[in-house]
């Protein structure tokens, strides 16, 4: 099945195979793609929503702790307070012993509690012990009494009541008194109003959520709905609103906190975050089928063309019809396949005219020996004229230039010892010296080592030339110019130096100092030349500055390529 399937592919039209393949290329990795990226989006929007769902809760836990222990530390304080215990722990109490209870015990102690917490409404001592009753200090304990609701366990812990007919919720301990009044009841009461202890737990979350809160006894102490209202609201939504919840919180004092908090924005952007991957992968996949059938269009039509003209070939016709003229890589294979039909009728042609091309040949090779014999000789006739008529520096001048074209032409090779290449460089520098009237002086330092190694031709000359023209020739100051020329080995390699004092150049034209330009051209066809001849790169190395001139450093291998003569560009 897998081979038909193959052989049925390997021969579908290459335009139809195109497409295929771009869209089986696009569409996978785009599905994929869309798919993970709505989880993972979904995954932190869900941990996002748990994680402030987290911070709720805590903040609520904190919020009830908080309040809840300072009530009951001003409790426990009262209740074992040594002055109130010593003073309820009498046998009897005259109109005046009670006056002074309360006077200097009782309403201090309770007023001083209830001014440093004024969400406290009243706290109360509700006693069994024969006292008068004390505006809402102290009260005798009757039928009508709450503390009959109250857990009537004896117990130093604070506990907790809500009375649901008032709405006012009770904290309250016992104390425990000495002597014969320790078979007495004795309670103290705090009242508190639940709005003034639950009044910031109606703003925890900008979502809907629900708040229950139940005592120990398991009354319910406050309740704070929202999530019954959002569902009515959002009931023609496509997505209902959920509820992130956990178990129940339990306070230190035993209460339970149930909390429960719609997750509606959890999942409304889920549900947008589906809607615009779908309309954004309708229209990429829209965008796949109109560029794949576009590149199946531009590229299999000339191909088309193209083999269509192949086939029609013939040896008298040896053009294309219909060329195609974008530069793309098919114009290039149009442009090649031209070249190829160029290229037969040139070696068709070569093949008639061989015996004319080769006389051709034959009187140029002539033409080059004559040719640098005569500038040569006539050279040698101007020198020999000058000493004969007492004019050195024209003999001179005109044995230099004979030198230096006899070793520049080397008789028609492009490689020489580094022995002539340095005879050819020198003898042009002190060409130029007489040209500039020796205002610059010359330094060589040759290593010895050098001179044995071949190398190609006018490599060096380039860069005196640039040193004299572009460096001596622009010193503005009272210095004189001075040009070195240096040769020596190092790590199997030959090293050039060309160095001049000159103003140097700046970074911008250090950069551009290698491109093809007319100013540089001679340097861009050396490292061209460089890099034909010994297949390396950046042997080339110029640097520059204003205190120290510039100096140019040719790095070559001490081997050049053996590769005949003739096989070298002239």
């Not at 109250?150 to 002597?179: C, H, M, P, W």
């Not at 330092?445 to 190609?456: A, L, P, Q, V």
């Not at 010994?534 to 140019?552: C, D, F, H, Q, W």
Request: charged share 20%; net charge negative; aromatic share 12%.
């Amino acid at each position: 099945m897998l081979f038909k399937t193959k052989q049925l592919f390997k021969n579908v039209h290459f335009q139809k195979k195109i497409i295929l393949i771009s869209l089986l290329s696009s569409i996978i990795p785009l599905i994929l793609l869309t798919i993970i990226g709505v989880f993972v989006i979904q995954f932190f929007i869900q941990q996002q929503e748990k994680s402030a769902y987290e911070d709720n809760v805590t903040s609520i836990r904190y919020q009830l702790e908080t309040k809840i222990n300072s009530y009951q530390d001003s409790l426990l304080f009262l209740a074992n307070n040594a002055s109130l215990i010593q003073e309820l722990s009498k046998q009897r109490f005259s109109n005046y012993s009670q006056y002074d209870l309360y006077k200097n015990t009782v309403v201090p102690l309770f007023q001083s509690v209830t001014f440093q917490k004024n969400d406290i409404q009243k706290i109360t001592l509700f006693t069994s012990l024969d006292l008068y009753d004390h505006g809402e200090y102290v009260k005798q304990i009757n039928e009508e009494s709450i503390v009959h609701l109250f857990d009537q366990q004896k117990t130093t812990d604070v506990r907790s009541y809500f009375d649901e007919d008032n709405q006012l919720l009770y904290f309250y301990t016992t104390i425990f008194l000495k002597g014969n009044s320790i078979d007495t009841q004795n309670f103290l009461v705090l009242t508190i109003e639940p709005s003034t202890l639950f009044t910031h737990l109606n703003a925890i979350s900008n979502e809907p959520y629900d708040l229950l809160i139940y005592s120990e006894s398991d009354h319910l102490v406050y309740q704070f709905e929202r999530l019954t209202q959002q569902e009515a609201r959002q009931s023609n939504q496509l997505i209902k609103p959920a509820a992130l919840d956990t178990d129940p919180i339990i306070l230190n004092n035993q209460w339970r906190v149930v909390f429960v908090k719609t997750a509606q924005t959890v999942f409304s952007s889920t549900f947008y975050l589906i809607t615009a991957a779908s309309v954004l992968f309708l229209i990429v996949l829209i965008f796949l089928i109109i560029s794949s059938w576009w590149l199946a269009k531009t590229v299999v039509h000339p191909v088309n063309a193209l083999t269509k003209q192949m086939a029609s070939f013939s040896m008298e016709h040896l053009k294309i019809k219909d060329f195609y003229e974008s530069t793309d890589e098919i114009g290039q294979l149009y442009t090649n396949f031209q070249q190829m039909l160029d290229q037969i009728h040139k070696l068709i042609n070569e093949v008639y005219q061989a015996e004319i091309k080769q006389r051709k040949y034959e009187l140029r090779a002539l033409q080059a020996q004559i040719n640098p014999h005569f500038f040569y000789n006539s050279l040698a006739l101007i020198s020999n004229t000058a000493m004969i008529h007492r004019q050195p520096e024209i003999s001179e001048m005109a044995h230099l230039l004979s030198h230096f074209y006899r070793l520049s032409l080397n008789q028609g090779n492009s490689r020489l010892t580094v022995q002539k290449e340095l005879a050819l460089t020198i003898t042009y520098a002190k060409i130029q010296q007489k040209m500039h009237h020796h205002s610059f002086d010359l330094q060589v330092s040759i290593d010895e080592r050098t001179k044995e190694y071949d190398m190609i031709n006018l490599l060096l000359q380039p860069f005196v030339e640039n040193a004299i023209f572009h460096g001596i020739d622009h010193i503005e100051d009272d210095r004189r110019g001075v040009l070195t020329i240096r040769s020596y080995c190092s790590d199997h390699h030959l090293l050039f130096e060309v160095h001049d004092n000159g103003p140097g150049m700046s970074p911008e034209q250090l950069k551009s100092i290698t491109e093809k330009t007319n100013t540089h051209y001679g340097i861009h066809n050396v490292c061209q030349r460089i890099a034909l001849y010994y297949g390396v790169e950046n042997a080339l190395k110029i640097t520059s500055s204003p205190e120290n001139g510039t100096r140019v450093r040719l790095k070559l291998p001490f081997y050049l390529p053996k590769v005949p003569n003739d096989q070298f560009p002239k």
